[in-house]
């Protein structure tokens, strides 16, 4: 029988050394930049606006009643409500990061819980999967061949642009067809699948030696930063017939086809990463319409 030996331990004092650890004295430029080196996250550039605006002030002075003027006045300057939103997102996990590292002082609550979010509006889109497959095809003909696996990643996995663009080889298992995002727009870490078509282009494009595990795979000029496809997005959208095709499309068509599909929304929000209320808001109708098909087979 085995002797287990209680370990002793001054509880209190362990409690205390905490609660006593004074705040870390970070501007909020500081506390974005550790936060993207901590996550490998490249949120600076997405916020690069507010850290012009805020970044040489304490990062726990910025207040609620601030940002929210400074949304404010984005939106009146022409910003999407989305991207505004995306921003004070990206803002809200640099201080939940900072909470969570015991940086923050104690009882400290982000500025930006106090903010509103603004309405975005439901944008829906319907494209056939011959255009997604023109889109892929269109893409691997292009000079730039990593453009060929950016198309291809987003049309298999229906992932944010950026968890795809700030992947390094590090999260990258090819054997098992994987990508792991260790932190997206909801802050938990998720797991992206792709085909073994893609995982066949991913080696012809990209040489053993160039895989290696830091490294970006979508690097730009900039050491450490992922290249913008946004103008070569467009481009051959548009050849293809896709002209009002946004990046962030491909997510809601990928959505739209796992809900036809019949995958519960419970499934479909794991899958791409969303909050199931959103989910529901915008595709519950596809949902009963799935469930209506499996009632209605029960009857023949």
């Known amino acids: 029988m085995r002797n287990f030996t209680a370990k002793r331990i001054d509880l209190a004092s362990a409690v205390r050394s905490v609660a006593d650890q004074p705040a870390a004295d970070l501007t909020l430029s500081e506390l974005a930049r550790a ?9 600076g550039e997405r916020i690069r606006k507010w850290l012009e605006a805020f970044g040489s002030e304490p990062a726990w002075a910025v207040s609620s009643e601030r940002l929210e003027v400074a949304a404010q006045a984005m939106l009146e300057h022409g910003y ?27 009882a400290f609550k982000s500025p930006t819980v106090g903010v509103r979010r603004f309405d975005e509006g439901i944008r829906r889109v319907h494209v056939e999967r011959e255009q997604l497959r023109a889109l892929r095809s269109r893409a691997l003909a292009f000079k730039d061949r990593r453009f ?26 090819l054997d098992k067809r994987e990508i792991l995002a260790p ?4 802050g938990t870490p998720r797991v992206l699948f792709f085909s073994e078509e893609t995982a066949a282009l991913i080696t012809r494009v990209y040489p053993e030696a160039q895989r290696r595990p830091e490294r970006l795979l979508f690097e730009g000029r900039v050491p450490g930063q992922p290249i913008s496809y946004r103008r070569i997005w467009n481009q051959v959208a548009a050849e293809v017939g896709l002209a009002d095709f946004h990046i962030h499309d491909v997510r809601h068509a ?32 596809l949902e009963t319409e799935a469930l209506r098909r499996a009632q209605e087979s029960a009857w023949r």
Request: glycine share 8%; proline share 3%; hydrophobic share 45%.
């Open 254 to 285: 990928a959505a739209a086809s796992l809900l036809r599909a019949g995958v519960t929304l419970a499934v479909a929000a794991q899958v791409l990463g969303y909050d199931p209320a959103v989910l529901s808001r915008r595709y519950g109708h």
């Open 80 to 106: 999407a409500p989305a991207s505004v939103n995306r921003d004070l997102s990206t803002l809200g996990s640099c201080y939940r990061w900072a909470v969570k590292q015991r940086l923050a002082p104690r």
């Open 35 to 43: 936060y993207a080196v901590a996550t490998l996250d490249a949120s």
């Open 148 to 173: 060929g696996v950016f198309v291809a990643l987003l049309i298999d996995t229906g992932a944010r642009k950026g968890e795809i663009l700030e992947r390094r080889w590090t999260d990258v298992n």
């Open 183 to 186: 932190m997206t727009k909801n």
